[in-house]
């Protein structure tokens, strides 16, 4: 059966969704983060600060852009009264909402008060509960004493975090974005492929000298390859390896490439 062209349809690829619907979705913003509570900046599909609001029933109910574009994809109602929306102009944007929203202040979400996320409270954990050796590691990454038994150097390290326990920028809605793209508390994705760790951008360099998925070449045949993989690579495959004769009173080195030719020529017979 033939499908019936739909002008709605039409209106979605224009606007940039995909039948695969993979469009990037907007940054969830946390209403708890705003200094002043305002639920009807609320967005009722994802319950987030709405983020280029906008309507299209007739009772003027607002939702973020692009969570009522998908909304509308598997029901065409508006989520909060389910009136029937069809068409291109049913659909308009909330400049008033857009601009109240984002004038409005609010704190950025690495900072301590703003439930900090796994990699956070990890960071933020308290220092009596981290164990001798942790304890010990951040001290000494903070240039500080290790001297002291546990309890001394859990108040030490407790006050030199006082420096640096959360994000302290405070902001409009509208200014938030850019500060994302250079908050040192932001979770970013390892930018190695295969890796699935989200550190604090404060915390990626640290992480990429240690990550297993960082490409590194081989010293003996410069093959590149993810780093958890290079030291299996170098003992048992790479043939740019050297290796020494295994056979009694031999002190010969080669590459691996070359055994069976060391071994038919020194030994009578193949490599092993």
Known sequence: MARIHDPFDEWISEEGESDADDSPAPHFIDPELLEAKCEDCVCGVCLGVMQKPASGCREGHSFCRACLTKALRKQRRCPTCRQHISWTSDLVPNRTA?????TMKLRC?????????????????????????????DLQQRGLATSGNKPEQAARLEEDRKKDAGCRWRGRVGELSAHRDECAWEEVKCPHKGCMESPLRMDLPEHEAICGHRQVACSYCFRCMARHSLVAHQRGGCVYGQVAC???GCDALFFRKDIDAHFKANHSGPGR
Not at 98 to 102: D, G, Q, R
Not at 111 to 127: D, H, N
């Open 98 to 102: 857009e601009n109240i929203i984002a």
């Open 109 to 137: 979400e690495g900072s301590e008060a703003a439930r900090p996320s796994a990699a956070k409270r990890a960071r933020l954990a308290p220092a009596a509960s981290l164990t001798a050796e942790a304890l010990k590691n």
């Open 246 to 248: 295994p056979c009694p």
